[in-house]
């Protein structure tokens, strides 16, 4: 115990459960993420963890939540474009790839069975804050919340068709890769969004 | 025995069994359905339903593909249209109703953990050959996989985030129906697919 609290002060308990049950999810899955098995890599006794959390349940809400952290971050870190389309297709790659590499906390973040924290209402705080935040820059203010959720679902639905192996096999050729796809996919709907200022219509038309 | 052969010869058996099957899947999900339920829901014998399913999982295949079929006739039926990006956008509402309104069976057919069959490659007999066949006659031929995998994954990402309560709250107001918001979504997207025929830009544009 007192080694214990000389290892893990502040909070530093806590956040080491959590890193640890992020690896374990990622190796075994959800099935693998018990407290027994966060203390054993945390390094610390069965009973510490109780100290933070009150079951399993309060554990798999931490780990979402640190998920739904990362998430944000890694949305953010995408949209660094000057160009506004580009940066909505650097964040939707951004989501897909995610997915893709964390697959078992993307299923435990959006998941059915886990009582996880909804995707909180849109803030600068949160991924939706951040995906409304770029599409709020690009499109005509009365279609903001639909194009939000339209291109959330875009995302959301290839990163779901991905991580459970439902994407329909190419026409021809190889498959791209995930971030190709992805790249494509959300190409086409930033091309089409409508555009910001009245009469210049679409992205891609007034590209062309 | 003779009367179950009285009773249901022919295959009928089997219907029954996957009729059934359905029934328990809806009522108590996945866990709720059993090879022994679905004999005691259909008025046999325990061991009867192992003449056509080996196991639970054999029985679930079944269970699945009879959803593919089922979510193939509606989106068939949705697509009625005489105007192709409103065919498109039927079949999207349609989509999302059906997990909307089948929130089990939509998860055993596209979920991780069964070994389902996955969605089957493009021809007008799978769901998606339908949605190909639709895309088809709206954008330029470079553009149709990319286009049909973008209309797939933005009904399916609505799909989900309904099923699995994760859309966010509307930002003022209350929430639209399932029905009206699928409208919204896949007619932002709907509109703005690049249009057949070169120069005259994405659809909605074009309506200006």
Redesign the interface.
Known sequence: MSTEKAAYHHGNLREALVRTALALLEDGGVEALTLRAAARGAGVSAMAPYRHFADKAALLTAVAAQGYADLRDRLAHADGQTDARQALVEQGVAYVLFAYERPALF?LM???PLAAP?????SADTA?GILAARVAGLVPEA?R???T??A??????????T?????????QGNAPTTEA?AR??TG??A????ADGG?A??G??RG?
């Open positions: 299923r959006f998941g059915a909804k995707v909180a209402p849109a939706y279609e919340e639909t194009a959720m339209a959330w679902s875009l995302v959301h639905g290839l990163a779901c068709l991580v459970d192996g439902r994407l329909p096999p190419p026409a796809l494509r996919v086409l709907f091309a089409g969004l409508p009469d219509g679409r891609r038309s062309r």
